[in-house]
């Protein structure tokens, strides 16, 4: 997953989040939310909505990449309900979740389930799911070859060094026919589980940010989309992708989360309903160069593929 350079984002209900987050400032935050809480009302569904003359009720949500478009437009929708979305943008995908555990969040939305569950085994919290968006393929591309069998043997490609998307690369490099891994591969390989005598081709851990720029001297890389973009490729040029569709590709739904504890929040649960109006839709599979494949499983399906990972991750 990459880490974005920080930036400071023009919009007033975006703001970056700082590395030291103070808690003087969050029980302001939560003082504030009791004194919107008080002049707003409830529709059918149990969410706020704010009484004539009232205030709004304020959700901190924190992600990665404020500035896309689906995120104006899902603020506007949220508001249009009496409900203040203040995104906190965060320059790394390690910052989201240890934010939402200490209770300077409420929701956060940027990661799949698999990096959600090895949060919470390696830091002993209990986030859970209350919501899916979408899966985004992983692909494999290269500027000197037009499909995998051209890709020779002794080929080097380069894939993400981070432990979650390493896994995936692998994953879908042996799917392609070009690796084997010890004992069929998992959702938690590294390169030392590829097996070199029976692969094709070589990896080459690098960050996510230079999969791309590695282009030219690789003879492929397997590039997060959020990349892509920037680097002005086509994601339709894909030598070979996963198949977000398969049962394989559950750990890495994206997900809305939230504390155990919350997991029933009216407001919350609006909200992620919210995000599925359908112009929001629209502008997330148009920000993923028309990519990424929308999810709506249940809260409870999602729960029941965190468990699986995480059994899995505790071995």
């Known amino acids: ?18 590395p030291a987050w103070r808690r003087a400032a969050a029980a302001i935050g939560a003082a504030a939310l009791v004194v919107g809480l008080a002049s707003c009302g409830t529709d059918d569904d149990g969410a706020a909505v704010p009484e004539e003359g009232g205030t709004t009720e304020t ?3 924190g992600v990665v990449g404020a500035a896309q478009d689906y995120w104006r437009i899902f603020e506007e929708r949220a508001a249009d309900e009496g409900i203040d979305v203040d995104l906190v943008d965060f320059t790394e995908y390690s910052q989201p979740n240890p934010a939402l555990s ?7 939305q940027f990661q799949h389930i698999l990096y959600l569950a090895q949060y919470n085994v390696e830091a002993g ?12 393929p992983l692909g494999l591309y290269s500027e000197r070859h037009t499909s995998v069998d051209d890709i020779p043997e002794g ?3 380069a894939v993400p060094n981070d432990p979650t998307n390493l896994a995936r690369a692998l994953l879908v490099l042996q799917d392609a026919g070009l690796v084997a891994l ?17 692969s094709r081709v070589s990896v080459t851990p690098v960050d996510a940010q230079q999969t ?29 992708q996963d198949d977000a569709g398969s ?35 629209q502008a997330l599979v148009e920000n993923s160069g028309g990519t990424a494949v929308l999810a709506d499983q249940s809260a409870e399906e999602l729960r029941g593929y965190l468990a699986d990972v995480e059994a899995d991750a505790q071995g």
């Open 1 to 18: 997953m990459p880490a974005p350079a920080l930036t400071t984002l023009a919009p007033h209900s975006r703001r970056t989040a700082r």
């Open 59 to 61: 959700v901190t949500i």
């Open 102 to 108: 200490q209770g300077q969040l409420d929701v956060n």
């Open 125 to 136: 919290e209990d986030l859970v799911p209350i919501g899916a968006t979408a899966v985004y």
């Open 155 to 157: 080929g080097e490609i």
């Open 182 to 198: 010890r004992d069929g591969g998992s959702a938690f390989v590294t390169e030392a589980d590829v097996l070199a005598e029976e």
């Open 212 to 240: 791309a720029l590695a282009l030219g001297s690789v003879d492929a890389s397997i590039i997060n989309n959020d990349f892509l973009l920037d680097a002005g490729i086509d994601a339709d040029s894909a030598l070979y």
């Open 247 to 281: 049962d394989a590709a559950r750990p890495y739904i994206n997900i809305w989360a939230t504390r155990a504890e919350d997991a029933d929040n009216p407001t919350y649960l609006r909200l992620v309903e919210i995000f599925k109006d359908e112009e929001i839709q």
